[in-house]
């Protein structure tokens, strides 16, 4: 059974930094992709970031480029995102994604297989 588990979340001030970790077990992604969706309530999973497992290509959603930092850890099976500078606006609940494939660009959420549960991001100001 494939298992994502995010950790990091919690509440912060504007300005201030997190880092989110995800776990995965019961499967390797190392050749394919992971990545970060974050959902508000009532509105759709939006992409936040992603990484491919076998060349390390990330992208970035424009509103977190120089802020965010994703990164992954094939022996130990993890992708962690460094949130920066902190906004208000980035309070949601973050999701790790992962999927088998290379996931070419910024794709809909519904192109990821494997999710977590998430990890709340409460940013005050």
């Known amino acids: 059974q494939v298992q994502l588990v995010e950790s990091g979340g919690g509440l912060v001030q504007a300005g201030d930094s997190l880092r989110l970790s995800c776990a995965a077990s019961g499967r390797t992604f190392s050749r394919g992709t992971m990545g970060w969706f974050r959902q508000a309530p009532g509105k759709e999973r939006e992409f936040v970031a992603s990484?491919?497992?076998?060349?390390?290509?990330?992208l970035y959603a424009n509103s977190m480029k120089g802020r965010f930092t994703i990164s992954r850890d094939n022996a130990k099976n993890t992708v962690y995102m460094q949130m920066n500078r902190l906004k208000p606006e980035d309070t949601d609940v973050y999701h790790c994604?992962?999927?088998?494939?290379?996931?070419?660009?910024?794709?809909?959420?519904?192109?990821?297989?494997?999710w977590g549960r998430g990890t709340k991001v409460t940013v005050t100001k």
């Open positions: 990484i491919s497992g076998y060349s390390g290509t990330t």
């Open positions: 994604a992962a999927d088998d494939r290379i996931i070419v660009g910024i794709r809909p959420w519904n192109e990821y297989t494997y």
